[in-house]
DNA sequence: CGATAATTTCTGTATAAACAGAAACAACCG
DNA sequence: CGGTTGTTTCTGTTTATACAGAAATTATCG
């Protein structure tokens, strides 16, 4: 698979974005590529077009599974796994949303839980401790559940709901 | 500065949880602290409590300035520079999201503008192609018209949208 | 305008991550 | 069962990041 100047300049991009994302490049240029191409790829499309070794690829892909954002997709007639990305863009957002909340947030809440009761039990800690850690806990589990609650509508109404933008203050009338 | 149990467990997964969301151990052990600490602290305090090279707390708390979530206090009869954390964990949260939309987004954004134009012009590129970019883009666009405008509410209104959760579907009809 | 205190920048080293290539493993076919 | 094709795991090398300690710079005070 040859790529065109845009797409090399897309794939490049990506890739250099996903280590700010905590991907790898490699990771992020196998997404990037898949996400361009208008059919599914085998693995060894992958190591031709990128230049990269054909085991990278393969811990690539695995990466990219556990992220939910990459299938592999049978093709008739062919032994090796092809493999596509999400093709709606608005569910591959949500699913590495959620990804991210369950790794990068979820621990964090589970262990101020712990913090907080300890702290509440404790001499030694200050208000400002129970205090600062109470804040940050009740946050986070605010913004946790509210996620959740987005998370159940149907993309449909999810975007209806962003396009609104702030007309949805109005409607409720936080503020003029 | 002498750390309880549940002030030392904090910090190690604060500086642990660091790494995943791209900024490295001593910084985000550095801000815990300072989130923790009941009076601004000096670079020395940092260095004792924490156990790592004063030059390191240098370089840490410029990143942690470069988030703007950390702040220099003047303390009466000090000359050397005391650090704080920004006090309101909402107002924390959306600075640091500000600042993530605008390293991790806003660049990809306009790269995503210039691939559409370059693709729409050129010859070589496919309609699945352009299509892909395209999606992309009024996503992320339409994403960050959006955040932007829930930005421009006071914090308080803010927690009381976010609070609102799902009654806010109803409200709007959108769902049942 | 020295002298001292405080901070930042620089430089080398240690540590961790990414990666290529080889080896091992698994699946499929005649 | 071999032979072939495809995939994953392992191992060493490279590359990038984090960090300590030293040196340089800047600020503050007598």
């Given amino acids: 698979m040859k790529l065109t100047a845009v797409q090399q300049k897309f794939i490049l991009h990506w890739g250099e974005m996903g280590t700010r994302w905590g991907v790898n490049r490699t990771v992020a240029q196998v997404h990037a590529l898949l996400f361009l191409a208008d059919r599914p790829l085998n693995a060894e499309d992958l190591v ?14 695995k990466e990219l599974q556990s ?60 208000d400002q401790t129970r205090r600062r850690l109470t804040e940050l806990y009740d ?13 159940t509508l149907p993309t449909g109404a999810m975007i209806k709901f962003v396009k609104m933008g702030s007309k949805v203050w109005k409607v409720l009338g936080l503020t003029g």
Same sequence: chains 1, 2.
């Fill in 48 to 61: 031709e077009t990128l230049g990269v070794a054909r085991s990278n690829i393969s811990t690539s892909i």
């Fill in 67 to 126: 992220w939910g954002i990459v299938h592999t997709v049978p093709v008739l007639g062919e032994r090796r796994d092809h493999f596509a990305t999400t093709a709606d863009v608005w569910e591959m957002f949500q699913v590495i949303l959620d990804e991210r909340k369950k790794r990068e947030i979820d621990p964090t809440l589970a262990l101020l839980r712990e913090c907080v009761d300890e702290a509440n039990a404790s001499e030694a800690d200050t």
């Fill in 139 to 151: 946050m986070l589990g605010t913004l946790g559940t509210w996620y959740t609650q987005i998370r």
